[in-house]
């Protein structure tokens, strides 16, 4: 109950805060009053908690009404949001009294944000030097931490330079070494082309032959059954639609039509390609095929 009520004390307090600030024709003074450390946790306060929407629809001090967003209220206090944004990242990377030291030795916006780009334990030291107040010591030590990043940075930079180029020279020897084993497949192939009886190698061929056969088939059977889902759509929607009429020009809708679209551009590809390959095959073996089974295939 006690932690409860504390919470509430505080909620209490800062809401009045606003309100006390927004109430005000000197708001903006008086939170110039405060140093910046800690007008920026104030500020962070407000913002975490949203407390400045509890302001929307009140009357600013030049009688406009407040929107309730951040950006407006930091503008009543005649200061630049981004500035605030800024103020309170650098209060959330180092802390309170870290900043406060930082700032009362004349550390810009600048070298903070130079600060908050160094690894979690550099910036740990750099706090625990700023708290101790020697700005000799912190201008040293991050100067120290930069220049070694730096040099970590342009040794990385070097490193992944050397990275692409031998990644450059291993893909060329693996293509060299593919090109390699395709020759030698093919004069594998030329070998046994002269030592491996020729029934022996047809059986295999012949059995790639079937299944790519059975796979032509499911396919083909696929495409038939789009064509009869196509044409059950088409008659569902025309018997259902009151206004159609057998004797007039008829619209399917566009979602409709852009489908049966898809599905006869499939169509055609699929006969096209048939028809390039089987004209391939009738170019180079025609006079080989046994005239029954010639006849067959050109009737078909």
Known sequence: MNTITTIQSEYNEERDLVNQLLGQAQMADAFSKFSRTVRTSKLAFIKQNKLY?????????????????????????????????????????????????????????????????????????????????????????????????????????????NLQADYKALSKRNADVAKEKEE???????????????????????????????????????QRQYVALADKLQKEIMENDPDYDPEQPYSLPESLRATLTILQQSLKLTSSQSKLIYNDFWVNFSDDILPEFSETLIDN
């Open 184 to 222: 030698l497949a093919i004069k594998l192939a030329q070998f046994e082309m002269k030592t491996v009886p020729l029934d022996e190698r047809l059986e295999p061929f012949k059995k790639q032959i079937a299944e790519t056969q059975s796979r032509i088939d499911e396919l083909l059977e696929q």
């Open 53 to 161: 929407q509890l302001l929307k629809g009140k009357k600013t001090p030049n009688g406009s009404e407040f929107s309730g967003t951040w950006e407006d209220f930091c503008n009543l206090l005649n200061l630049s949001v981004d500035k605030v944004d800024l103020d309170i990242q650098n209060l959330q990377s180092f802390g309170e009294e870290a900043l406060e030291s930082m700032s009362r030795m004349g550390i810009g916006y600048r070298e903070l944000r130079q600060y908050r780009k160094l690894p979690e334990d550099q910036k740990t030291a750099l706090i625990e030097v700023a708290k101790a107040g020697d700005k000799e010591a912190l201008v040293e030590l991050a100067e120290e931490f930069i220049a070694k990043n730096a040099k970590e940075k342009e040794q990385l930079k070097k490193e992944n330079s």
